[in-house]
T-cell receptor, first 113, second 117 residues
Framework: TAGITQAPTSQILAAGRSMTLRCTQDMRHNAMYWYRQDLGLGLRLIHYSNTAGTTGKGEVPDGYSVSRANTDDFPLTLASAVPSQTSVYFC????????????FGPGTRLTVL | AQKVTQAQTEISVVEKEDVTLDCVYETRDTTYYLFWYKQPPSGELVFLIRRNSFDEQNEISGRYSWNFQKSTSSFNFTITASQVVDSAVYFCALSWGWYNQGGKLIFGQGTELSVKP
């Protein structure tokens, strides 16, 4: 079972360039999430989507955008990367109820120089 | 506002010792959910347990046990007879509210557990 896949696994990006991190789930989960993980700060929510066609802002949304055209995919775009966006990015998904558990993808390590 | 605090940044134990990871949460919601995730050195996040606010029963799963106490807003995690494979960063997390309110997770800062042979 694939679960959640993320691409790329890692990336080095020049500041000012744009990039899209991809996330795909095969569990038909309604809700999807993007988090960033930074040392000493745990995981912080960037954006989320309760269902296809809707998105919402999390704790740290600035500099990021998302779309949810269908149930399976939830790409995260950095329009103009800055070094402070160097982080490990995790995508997660869960069913439609808050009683459900979020399951995470393997992560994307992004370095912005 | 919701908050999760894991006061222990790093813990180091010798194999076979018992170790408890602390988690204190804050929320005004009466319906909420608590989670523990494990992040081994390979980097993935592994779900360990979920508890809802109406269920204060403690849980035991093999060498792992969880103590949920609403009176102290704590959801502590104990590993009995620790093993080297338990070495990881452990995150406590909180979700709240009913359906269609995002189901967002708030994470603690994480506790890095090192189990030495």
């Amino acid at each position: 079972t694939a679960g959640i896949t993320q691409a790329p696994t890692s990336q080095i990006l020049a500041a000012g360039r744009s990039m899209t991190l991809r996330c795909t789930q095969d569990m038909r989960h309604n809700a999807m999430y993007w988090y960033r993980q930074d040392l000493g700060l745990g995981l912080r929510l960037i954006h989320y989507s309760n269902t296809a066609g809707t998105t919402g802002k999390g704790e740290v949304p600035d500099g990021y955008s998302v779309s949810r055209a269908n149930t399976d995919d939830f790409p995260l775009t950095l329009a103009s990367a800055v070094p402070s966006q160097t982080s490990v990015y995790f995508c997660a998904s869960k069913g439609g109820l808050n009683t459900d558990t979020q399951y995470f993808g393997p992560g994307t390590r992004l370095t912005v120089l | 506002a919701q908050k999760v605090t894991q006061a222990q940044t790093e813990i180091s134990v010798v194999e076979k010792e018992d170790v408890t990871l602390d988690c204190v949460y804050e929320t005004r919601d009466t319906t909420y959910y608590l989670f523990w995730y494990k992040q081994p050195p390979s980097g993935e996040l592994v779900f360990l347990i979920r508890r809802n606010s109406f269920d204060e029963q403690n849980e035991i799963s093999g060498r792992y046990s969880w103590n949920f106490q609403k009176s102290t807003s704590s959801f502590n995690f104990t590993i009995t007879a620790s093993q080297v494979v338990d070495s990881a960063v452990y995150f406590c997390a909180l979700s709240w509210g009913w359906y269609n309110q995002g189901g967002k997770l708030i994470f603690g800062q994480g506790t890095e557990l090192s189990v030495k042979p």
